[in-house]
């Protein structure tokens, strides 16, 4: 058993509140040392046998006799799905590789849960239903044959690695752009919200565009006492791992890796679970690389699980859409989430928080500390209630228009966003250092950020947003017209801010706009030092 209070007070981050922590604990799995040779029950290692039915004999056998170690020794496995079930520790040695065939007649369509929602969808590879004190532990692969399912975007690929695709098969959409494994893909891809439960879809209407409903590599659903060390998991179809409404929940020393190109390739997606420890893992995905999420619109409100009491720390993240996110799939909410020594390099976004209205929950009590980006395409710091299901970097030529700015009633679809303590980060190279964006009838709220040297193009936004306080931030910034720009914002404060020159200091605009505070910091290095626009007051404006 895991003492996350000891952890956290181990991390020395007790001044953004961490001493206020809860209590709570993991449970790692233990399990008997008797061990199930997936050889003894059939299997053969020539990357040709289809060996599912000897490894998931395997897994049964050893559950039914009290659990163990199902082993995957050296060797080339090909697999179809397979099953993992309590008391299992499905172990793969170093030289092992369990590849997942690219046969779909082998995955059955099954209802699960896709991006927060009750949906039909392809059998995952390796799945776990209700399981209890299970792991996949070791230091081998598995493989899940991911290049065999997804569609993929001729921007995102080499003129060579395009023409090789196109040669190697599948389907090119009408307008040229997209590459498909196969017409039933492409006829998927037509269909809003395909395989969605409550759209009416059934398993006979799926039926006709089953290949579009790609599978998670790994998903654990409702499993207690869940462990994943050591492994690589590579190649997922889409999301890489994804642990489901889990309790006590430990990843340690895992390796999750997808193409960068790779569409919905997520790292890991942690759900509605409760009670989990991720460190020391490695994450280079063609989405989100670590990422948490509680169900979607009014089905994850209606769940109504948070995900709550977490630890990342000391894993690497590089190519991703952000390093560590919250979103935006979050309706059941998201709480008590300890974020510390973490390295992002090369991702679309640092830290990246994300939703939109429609999404309700309220994401609260984030504590992040001791973070390193490097090579951020976008902003390093990132707070957007107007997330729109897009890359968060456009492509070359891309155009996109501004959110329209309008008030709605605030009900239990309106999203909050509130009490984060983000803490020492150094980023080297991003687009923009801060983006906070809130919605007007639902501002970001109690934002502190502080002790940060952040070189980046662009300074800092906030916009729709209260009590946003940010100390002691170094910004090396080559366009600094303004430096700090509010909008529609009130209780702003800017505490010992560091910089080398600026056109403006601080622009305020927006006739909604309150107190916005400029303290400690030399205002002369700027030509001007307050601009205001919009309706916005300069008497609300303090700089001293």
Same mark, same amino acid.
């Given at each position: ?34 061990? *199930?040779?997936? +050889? @003894?029950?059939?299997? +053969? ?54 590849? *997942?065939? #690219? ?8 209802? /699960? ?18 399981? +209890?004190?299970?792991?996949? /532990? ?19 690929? /080499? ?18 752009? /997209? ?39 790994? +998903? ?99 190519? &991703? ?74 492509? !070359? ?13 605030? #009900? ?87 910089? @080398? !020159? ?12 309150? &107190?916005? @505070?400029?303290?400690?910091? #030399? &205002? ?21």
């Amino acid at each position: 058993m895991i003492d996350l209070k000891k952890i956290l007070f181990g991390i020395s981050i007790c001044s953004l509140s961490f001493a206020n922590a809860q209590n709570f604990k993991i449970t790692q799995p233990t399990f008997k040392k008797d061990t *199930f040779n997936i +050889v @003894k029950y059939g299997a +053969v290692a020539d990357g040709v046998t289809l060996n599912s039915k000897a490894i998931q004999a395997a897994i049964d056998a050893c559950n039914k006799k009290g659990g163990g170690v199902v082993l995957v020794p050296g060797g080339f496995w090909s697999t179809g799905p397979i099953e993992l079930k309590s008391n299992v520790n499905l172990h793969i040695k170093r030289d092992a590789v369990l590849q *997942f065939t #690219d046969d779909f007649n082998e995955y059955k369509l099954i209802q /699960t849960n896709w991006e927060g929602l009750d949906a039909y969808r392809n059998q995952s590879p390796l799945s776990a239903v209700n399981a +209890v004190n299970i792991a996949v /532990t070791g230091s081998g692969i598995v493989d899940g044959n991911g290049d065999a399912w997804r569609m993929v975007k001729k921007d995102k690929l /080499t003129s060579s690695q395009w023409k090789n695709k196109v040669a190697s098969g599948g389907v090119v959409s009408e307008d040229g752009k /997209t590459w498909y494994p196969s017409a039933k893909s492409v006829k998927g891809n037509s269909i809003k919200n395909p395989g969605v439960v409550a759209n009416g879809a059934t398993l006979k209407d799926v039926e006709e565009y089953k290949d579009f409903l790609r599978p998670n590599l790994v +998903v654990l659903t409702s499993c207690k006492n869940v462990l994943l060390d050591g492994v690589t998991f590579q190649n997922s179809p889409a999301w890489n791992l994804h642990p489901l409404m889990c309790d006590n929940l430990t990843v340690r020393n895992v390796y999750a890796k997808n193409p960068w190109y790779a569409q919905n390739g997520d790292g890991i997606d942690i759900e509605s679970c409760k009670n989990f420890l991720i460190e020391n893992s490695t994450f280079d995905v063609g989405d989100d690389g670590i990422c948490i999420k509680s169900g979607r619109d009014a089905e994850g409100r209606k769940r109504a699980m948070p995900t709550e009491n977490g630890i990342i720390r000391n894993c690497i993240v590089y190519h &991703a859409h952000g390093g560590f996110v919250i979103g935006s799939e979050m309706s059941g909410g998201a709480k008590n989430l300890y974020v510390s020594n973490c390295t992002f390099v090369g991702t679309d976004i640092g830290l990246r928080f994300k939703t939109t209205r429609g999404r309700g929950g309220v994401v609260e009590k984030i504590y992040v500390n001791n973070i390193r980006m490097k090579d951020i395409a976008g902003e390093a710091i990132l707070f957007d209630m107007y997330y729109a299901a897009k890359d968060p970097v456009p492509m !070359a030529g891309e155009k996109r228009e501004l959110p329209k700015v309008e008030f709605k009633p605030v #009900d239990e679809t309106t999203p909050v966003f509130k009490d984060f303590y983000v803490k020492d980060v150094v980023c080297n190279g991003a687009e923009k250092a801060i983006f906070i964006r809130g919605i007007p009838e639902m501002h970001i709220k109690n934002i502190n950020l502080e002790n940060m040297t952040l070189q980046a193009k662009k300074g800092i936004d906030i916009q729709e947003a209260t009590g946003i306080n940010i100390k002691n931030i170094n910004i090396i910034s080559k366009e600094n017209n303004p430096l700090l720009y509010v909008l529609n914002s009130d209780g702003v404060v800017f505490d010992k801010i560091q910089y @080398k !020159a600026a056109d403006v200091l601080v622009q305020v605009e927006g006739e909604r706009s309150g &107190a916005t @505070k400029v303290l400690n910091t #030399d &205002a002369s290095k700027a030509k001007k030092k307050v601009a205001v626009g919009f309706g916005a007051k300069e008497e609300n404006i303090t700089i001293q």
